[in-house]
């Protein structure tokens, strides 16, 4: 790193604290504290200036580039605008003040909303119930995996422990199976980036808990056949999972119940426009049919008709218990109701049809320079390969990736789906301008003469930023996560 750490931009006496001398009567220190317990000098705590602090986590917050600085065109990660009135309205005291433990009765707008956001994700996506516990989109599935397993083993059906996923589903997806003490197994795609109907019919069986797929997939490719599948995976016993991270291509065109799915879960942060990166907070909702309601994790909100009063439900003896303390990321489901009310049914279709319609744009752009492994219309986003003559120049995708960061723009999720060799996946969302689509797609072709006639300008990029390419694997296994004084072993 070229700048100084924060700790090393003081000196003694320098303090940043102005804190009054306490005029309360106390006990002394050493009635406190046993003895043994104290300190016997100071710790050698750096001191730095007010003024100093301020600048410096300034100026790194400038390194971070999020939506609100520029385009970020992350595959499956939807990293759309997020309106700023989401954000007015999560932060009204009303919400934003509430305590978990307040009695219902002081409650109720917040039990109101979360239960009629459940109902409007119960509308986008033919569901029937949902919670809103799940933090995550892996958190949603784990509670999804655990619902499945609780209703087989309700039905005496217990030698049902096998999930089945397409190998271009989500990391996720297997992970969650093995979480759940299932096991997953994996089928190939066909050569159209679909399903393998023959390899699915293979491999379900009597063992066969779930299968769990994503539609439209990772490559961007709607499931054509999703109605066949789900009567396949019903015939054998099998439920049907929809990882549902990414709806950004089918809102108010289609919906996933509709298709045959059983669960689904759905990301806030990355559809319903709350902001993610950098580890949360996120909501990943779980929406069920009526079968799979006695389920649920507890509490449920319940409307009384009667009273007018909402309530946390507690009682139900089939339910899988808790997933989480208290009652969800509340924060994001407020933003996820407030985005879902400002857009209204026809602006959800809106959504979908520009999400398409932008990606393709830029896929047509792109086309011929860079290389689609499935050459057609697709939905969200597309996977492409980087130009002909790179591989023979010595560059990869990563150093695509790289380069990008010099024209000012954050790069594409790359290396996924596993299944395309040198993947760059691109998601422009519908929240993106021609133009800027236009000037992204600039970037991406001359990227693509650069590489040929100038591969070390590619090859040692990114040129522009504090810190080049850092040592991941390094970093990965051997992170320096704390700052210690000098004398104290410096930097460990
Ligand atoms: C993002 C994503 C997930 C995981 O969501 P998290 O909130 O990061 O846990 C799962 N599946 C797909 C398809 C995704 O895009």
Redesign the pocket.
């Known amino acids: 790193m070229t700048e100084p750490l924060i700790f090393e931009l003081g000196a003694p006496g320098r303090s940043s604290s102005f804190m009054p001398e306490c005029d309360v009567p106390v006990a002394p220190v050493e009635e406190m504290i046993p003895g043994g317990l104290l300190r016997r000098t100071p710790p050698p705590l750096p001191e730095v200036g007010e003024p100093e602090a301020a600048r410096h986590f300034t100026r790194l917050s400038a390194y971070n580039h999020g939506v609100d600085t520029g385009f970020y065109p992350l595959g ?3 990293m759309k605008y997020n309106p700023k009135i989401n954000e007015f309205a999560a932060r009204l005291p009303g919400f934003a003040r509430l305590h978990p433990y307040q009695p219902e009765d002081q409650v109720q707008g917040a039990l109101e909303l979360i239960y009629r956001t459940g109902g409007y994700l119960g509308e986008i996506t033919g569901m029937d119930h949902f919670t809103l516990q799940p ?7 784990f509670t999804g995996l655990l619902i499945i397993k609780a209703y087989h083993d309700s039905r005496g059906d217990t030698g049902r422990r096998k999930v089945i996923v397409p190998d271009s ?5 297997p992970a969650t199976a093995a979480l759940c003490g299932m096991e997953a197994r994996q089928i190939k795609s066909n050569g159209r980036g679909l399903v393998d109907i023959d390899a699915l019919r293979g491999a379900l069986g009597e063992d066969t808990a779930a299968v769990m797929l ?1 539609n439209p997939n ?1 490559l961007g490719l709607f499931e054509k056949d999703i109605t066949v599948i789900a009567g396949l995976v019903h015939r054998a016993g099998g439920l049907l999972y929809c ?4 709806m950004n291509a089918i809102l108010g065109i289609t919906r996933p119940g509709d298709m045959g799915f059983d669960l689904i ?1 759905l ?1 806030l ?2 559809t319903f426009s709350t902001p ?1 990166g950098g580890g ?1 907070p ?1 909501s ?1 909702p779980l929406g069920v049919k009526s079968f799979l309601e006695p389920f649920l994790p507890t509490p449920v909100v319940a409307y009384s008709a009667e009273g007018g009063s909402y309530r946390l439900d507690c009682n139900r003896p089939l339910s899988i218990g808790r997933v989480r303390s208290f009652y969800g990321n509340f924060g994001v489901a407020v933003r996820a109701y407030t985005y879902i009310r400002a857009v209204g049914g026809e602006g959800m279709r809106e959504i979908s049809q520009n999400a398409v319609l932008n990606a393709n744009y830029l896929l047509a752009l792109l086309r011929g320079t860079y290389r689609a492994p499935f050459d057609r219309f697709c939905m969200h986003e597309f996977v492409a390969t980087p130009p002909a003559g790179f591989k023979e120049a010595g560059l990869h995708t990563v150093d695509i990736a790289k380069r990008l960061m010099d024209y000012g723009y954050h790069p594409p999720t790359v290396y996924f789906p596993l299944i395309v060799e040198e993947a760059l996946m691109v998601e422009p969302t519908e929240t993106e301008s021609r133009d800027t689509l236009d000037k992204f797609a600039e970037a991406m072709l001359k990227i693509a003469r650069e590489g040929l006639e100038e591969p070390r300008l590619v090859k040692e990029a990114p040129h522009s930023t504090p810190v080049s390419r850092p040592d991941e694997v390094t970093a990965a296994r051997k992170p320096v996560l704390r700052w210690q004084p000098a004398g104290g072993g410096g930097v460990v």
Do not use: I, Q, R
């Not at 589903?169 to 997806?173: D, F, P, R």
């Open positions: 499956s990660c939807t933090a995550a989109g892996a958190h949603g599935e589903s989500h990391g996720t997806n994503t990772t990882d549902g991270a990414n879960h990301n942060h990355k993610h949360g996120g990943g």
